[in-house]
């Protein structure tokens, strides 16, 4: 049976990140898009929650990974800004 593809999301990544993404897709076999969706799979399994997701409506149910998730971007932001400045 065919999946069904409705759920659309954009993105915006560094060209670095980009290019490495296309470049591990296309390694693959894989379109970016697909990529994301495996890349995504594989770290639930890897992190023990499980493929599928069996309670999204519950996201505070381990606040130490959230907030861990939260900080790495704003670092990644202050280390881009570095760069350019």
Do not use: Y
């Not at 990544?13 to 995504?40: C, H, T, Y």
């Amino acid at each position: 049976m065919a999946t069904v593809r409705n759920a659309p999301i954009a993105f915006r990544f560094d060209p670095e990140v980009k290019q490495a993404l296309a470049f591990i897709a296309e390694r693959e076999g894989r379109s970016m898009a697909n990529m994301m969706e495996w890349l995504v799979r594989k770290h639930c399994e890897r992190e023990g929650l499980g493929w599928p997701l069996a309670d999204l409506a519950k996201p505070a149910a381990q606040p130490a990974a959230a907030s861990k998730s939260a900080a790495k971007p704003k670092a990644a932001r202050a280390v881009r800004n570095t760069k350019q400045a």
